[in-house]
């Protein structure tokens, strides 16, 4: 049996977006708890190729904390593998490859401390997730560091995008955001420079 399962993911469409991957480690549990690989660098290379992951990154986010839509250009491209180990999130990337057949489209995961499910974003796609539990902590793997002059943000809720991001499972709780990335550009503002060849 394989270590991991791995998913195409889907647009609310129904469209298989080419790069990102939902990966569920197998799970060995018994009256004493549980056991994964959360990580094994040749069972990752064998579902995606060869891959230098340089930093980890944890962030803890309380209910209804929206995170991005965060990526970096080249030559500080990051590629990141997600997973959420306290609580659960809403986790989403977006398409900012030129000329893909998906360009502008968005893929999206429930990722949680009981699903135990990861998202492989690789470069070219811009991240954010947002946080269904007080508190969310989410672990992920990137594959550059981070990159001030490289980095970038797109808005949350570009209506061209159309994320369908769950608000409804809030419950109240009010939705946060940085100031960064409430003033993010829109799809159609960024120049060409903007996105991935």
């Not at 968005?106 to 947002?130: C, D, K, M, Y």
Request: glycine share 8%.
């Amino acid at each position: 049996m394989r270590a991991v399962r791995v998913e195409q993911l889907r647009t609310a469409r129904g469209v298989v977006v080419a790069g990102p991957l939902g990966l569920t480690p197998r799970v060995f549990a018994d009256d004493r708890g549980f056991f994964l690989e959360s990580w094994n660098q040749q069972v990752f290379e064998d579902v995606v190729g060869p891959v230098p992951f340089v930093q980890d990154n944890h962030s803890c986010s309380r209910k209804g904390v929206l995170r991005g839509l965060h990526y970096q250009l080249p030559p500080r491209p990051q590629a990141k593998l997600v997973r959420c180990i306290v609580g659960e999130i809403f986790d989403v990337a977006v398409d900012l490859r030129r000329g893909s057949a998906s360009f502008g489209q968005w893929v999206g995961a429930l990722l949680s401390a009981a699903n135990r499910q990861q998202l492989w974003i690789p470069e070219g796609f811009a991240h954010g997730f947002l946080s269904l539990s007080d508190p969310a902590e989410v672990l992920y793997k990137a594959t550059d560091f981070w990159s001030r002059p490289c980095e970038r943000s797109l808005r949350w809720d570009d209506p061209t995008i159309g994320v369908a991001w769950p608000r409804e499972r809030l419950e109240g709780a009010r939705l946060l955001l940085s100031g960064k990335d409430a003033m993010a550009p829109r799809l159609a503002d960024l120049g060409e420079e903007a996105l991935f060849r």
